[in-house]
Structures are given as C-alpha cells and as structure tokens.
C-alpha cells in the first residue's frame, strides 16, 4: 500500500512541476501549526499517519547498533579548541573495528596527538574526547552484542557520574526530540512533541531530493514571533532530517542546541549522514562543533569527525 501511495505522490508532484513551484499549505491545530506541500493537503495524504511514524522512527538508533556487529575502519579526528578557536590539541586516528565469534575488539593503526591530548597515563584529558570514545571506540573485548533495537531502550537507571552523562549523550544524539531525565532546567524543555512544544516551535514537512533520491524533509524551527520569556524555552535552534520516502529511514539528520543556565551552557550543531552497506543502514560520516560549559569543569570547544569505510561482515 505504501508503494501505491509513493508512486501517487511521485505523479502528484511531477505533474505539478518542480518542488520550488508547489505551495505550501499551513495548518493549524494543537496549539501547532504545520506547513505541508500544497500537493499533500489537495490530495488528502496520510500526513497524520507519516508524523506518527517520524515520531516514532528507530531507524536513525539501529543504524549506529548495526556498527556492532560489522567490520569497518574509521578515520578520527577530533581537536580540541581555545577560546580564540586555535587547536590546543588533537588527535587524528585510523581504526578498524573487528568482529569474530560474536565479539568486537578494536586496533588502532595510526595516531598523532597534539597538546595535552591525554594526561601521562594515556587517559583523555578532555569529557569531549571520552564521550567520542563511548560512542564510536571499542575497550577491550565485547561479546554477546546485536543489533536488535527492541528491548534496547537506552537508560540512565542505575548510573552514575560520568556513566550517566554518557547515556545522556546518547539519548541526544539518537533521540532528539524527546526528553531527557536527570538534566536539571532543561531536560523536559527537549520534547518537542507535546502541546507546550507546539507553541513553541513550527514544523514543516515537505519532499525534496537528496542525492538524487526522492525523500520526505522533516524540519523544526523555533517561532519566529516568541516573546523574551518563551524564547528562554528554546533548546532546539533546528533540526531536520532527511528520510527515504519508501522505508521510511533516515538518510541525514542536522540539528543545533544551545541553552544557558546559572550552572551550565552549551552550543552544540551536529550533522550525520548515513549509507546502506548490504540491507542494512549504517553512518557513514558524522560531524560535531560543540561549545560548553559545566560547573566545576572546565569549558570545553571542540570539533570532530567520525568517518566510517571499508565496510565488511
């Protein structure tokens, strides 16, 4: 049924012409307002439905767990700036990630360091640069992983300390959009999906092409019309994503987030794009500009780039 309904749009939106000559049609409700390509709303498209499945996309989270069960090389690059936006120290790696009998270990073939990159036990001297090796480094040996999403749920139970902010880090980064426990101010401000959020931000669905592929662009924006004290409820200055209009997966996401608080600020853009390595969909490069600051550490900019190749099972 879904290919029917692709192939009525892919007609609906050549015989209309080109995308830019399409109008857009916004609709109010919820206390949100939506902007829909004139050609959905004639045509009386399942918008509703096609919402739904975005709100609940998982495809975006199994994407990274199906690095866990493959073989693939990585190039690193992470530096680490001061406040006039000069490398203090870095770090520029080749890895290859290893899967045998169930388990995954990890060589890294190359590395130069600048600055005080690590302390004189080789431990990272920046919370950046761990929490890049919690997402995309392998200690050790690990056995018995998959790559099933279900069940999966990523947790603060139980953590603490540097543990917690790491799953902290990850429900961010895989599901923005959604709130956050244990984050003081702020933490309930990332739903984006509940009434308080729609009369804050304004969401736009449309179709575009995307590397020569027709997709579906999901993007959240701020209201530009927010008085002083609502505007202080902004977290999320934009994200969009990109997915494909047969399955429904992300393709690329892009999304900023800045917040200042008495104890904490940051300003943080990330942008990742994903690739399709067998059936499976995987990341292929992710990049990472931050700005933060926390009470009792010190502030830390960083940039960095993860970039995923030579993909094998």
């Given at each position: 049924?879904?290919?029917?309904?692709?192939?009525?749009?892919?007609?609906?939106?050549?015989?209309?012409?080109?995308?830019?000559?399409?109008?857009?049609?916004?609709?109010?409700?919820?206390?949100?307002?939506?902007?829909?390509p004139?050609?959905?709303?004639?045509n009386?498209?399942?918008?509703?439905?096609?919402?739904?499945?975005?709100?609940?996309?998982?495809?975006?989270?199994?994407?990274?767990?199906?690095?866990?069960?493959?073989?693939?090389?990585?190039?690193?690059?992470?530096?680490?700036?001061?406040?006039?936006?000069?490398?203090?120290?870095?770090?520029?790696?080749?890895?290859?990630?290893?899967?045998?009998?169930?388990?995954?270990?990890?060589?890294?073939?190359?590395?130069?360091?600048?600055?005080?990159?690590?302390?004189?036990?080789?431990?990272?001297?920046?919370?950046?640069?761990?929490?890049?090796?919690?997402?995309?480094?392998?200690?050790?040996?690990v056995?018995?992983?998959?790559?099933?999403?279900?069940?999966?749920?990523?947790s603060?139970e139980?953590?603490?300390?540097?543990?917690?902010?790491?799953?902290?880090?990850?429900?961010?980064?895989?599901?923005?959009?959604?709130?956050?426990?244990?984050?003081p101010?702020?933490?309930?401000k990332?739903?984006?999906?509940?009434?308080?959020?729609?009369?804050?931000?304004?969401?736009?669905?449309?179709?575009?092409?995307?590397?020569?592929?027709?997709?579906?662009?999901?993007?959240?924006?701020?209201?530009?019309?927010?008085?002083?004290?609502?505007?202080?409820?902004?977290?999320?200055?934009?994200?969009?994503?990109?997915?494909?209009?047969?399955?429904l997966?992300?393709?690329?996401?892009?999304?900023?987030?800045?917040?200042?608080?008495?104890?904490?600020?940051?300003?943080?853009?990330?942008?990742?794009?994903?690739?399709?390595?067998?059936?499976?969909?995987?990341?292929?490069?992710?990049?990472?500009?931050?700005?933060?600051?926390?009470?009792?550490?010190?502030?830390?900019?960083?940039?960095?780039?993860?970039?995923?190749?030579?993909?094998?099972?």
């Amino acid at each position: 049924m879904r290919k029917i309904i692709i192939g009525i749009v892919f007609l609906l939106v050549y015989a209309n012409g080109t995308f830019s000559q399409n109008k857009d049609t916004t609709i109010y409700g919820d206390n949100g307002k939506l902007t829909l390509p004139d050609v959905f709303v004639r045509n009386n498209f399942d918008y509703k439905k096609l919402l739904q499945q975005i709100k609940e996309d998982t495809s975006f989270y199994k994407a990274f767990r199906n690095l866990r069960i493959l073989n693939f090389s990585s190039y690193n690059d992470i530096r680490m700036l001061d406040k006039s936006g000069n490398v203090q120290a870095s770090s520029y790696s080749k890895t290859r990630q290893n899967r045998e009998n169930g388990c995954r270990t990890m060589d890294v073939l190359e590395e130069k360091t600048t600055g005080d990159f690590y302390d004189s036990k080789h431990r990272y001297n920046y919370i950046t640069a761990e929490l890049y090796a919690a997402l995309f480094f392998t200690k050790g040996k690990v056995c018995g992983e998959d790559n099933i999403v279900k069940g999966h749920a990523i947790s603060t139970e139980k953590k603490s300390g540097i543990d917690k902010h790491k799953e902290q880090l990850k429900m961010l980064f895989f599901n923005p959009g959604k709130k956050i426990p244990g984050i003081p101010f702020f933490g309930d401000k990332l739903d984006l999906y509940d009434a308080s959020a729609h009369k804050i931000y304004d969401y736009k669905l449309d179709i575009t092409d995307y590397q020569g592929k027709l997709c579906y662009i999901f993007s959240i924006k701020p209201k530009e019309d927010l008085g002083f004290f609502k505007r202080d409820d902004v977290v999320i200055d934009e994200m969009t994503t990109w997915f494909d209009m047969k399955t429904l997966e992300v393709l690329a996401r892009n999304y900023s987030l800045s917040y200042k608080a008495g104890l904490y600020d940051f300003d943080v853009s990330m942008e990742v794009e994903m690739t399709r390595f067998q059936d499976m969909l995987i990341p292929k490069v992710l990049r990472y500009k931050g700005n933060w600051n926390v009470i009792f550490k010190k502030r830390e900019r960083a940039l960095f780039t993860a970039t995923i190749f030579d993909v094998k099972k």
